[in-house]
């Protein structure tokens, strides 16, 4: 998980963004691509396991995701049933090299 903070109103309006984006380059005969997507989502805290550093949240259409979480003292401030805007990011990034 990217990053957890407390949802504005703003944020409840629209309870779930998604926005990506994508490049692609060519050097040297090389083709580079890359992209990212970054999801936002007003999410509510469901469980904490703090032994295999993740949190389990339900997302605004009542699905559920279980993420993993680097920082310790993160999980131990979570509360169940706090609500909060998480935004996930996950990158890609693929290279084809061509044989001389």
């Not at 990217?2 to 779930?16: I, M, Q």
Request: charged share 30%; net charge negative; glycine share 8%.
């Amino acid at each position: 998980m990217s990053e957890f903070c407390v949802p504005t109103p703003e944020d409840l309006k629209g309870p779930f963004i998604v926005n990506s984006g994508d490049e692609r380059r060519t050097h040297q005969k090389n083709t580079v691509a890359s992209g990212e997507i970054v999801i936002q989502a007003v999410v509510t805290v469901e469980a904490v396991n703090p032994d295999e550093k993740r949190v389990k949240l339900k997302g605004p259409g009542g699905q559920y995701i279980t993420l993993p979480v680097e920082d310790d003292s993160f999980l131990e401030d979570l509360k169940i049933r706090e609500m909060g805007v998480v935004t996930y990011i996950e990158a890609l990034t693929l290279s084809k090299e061509y044989a001389e």
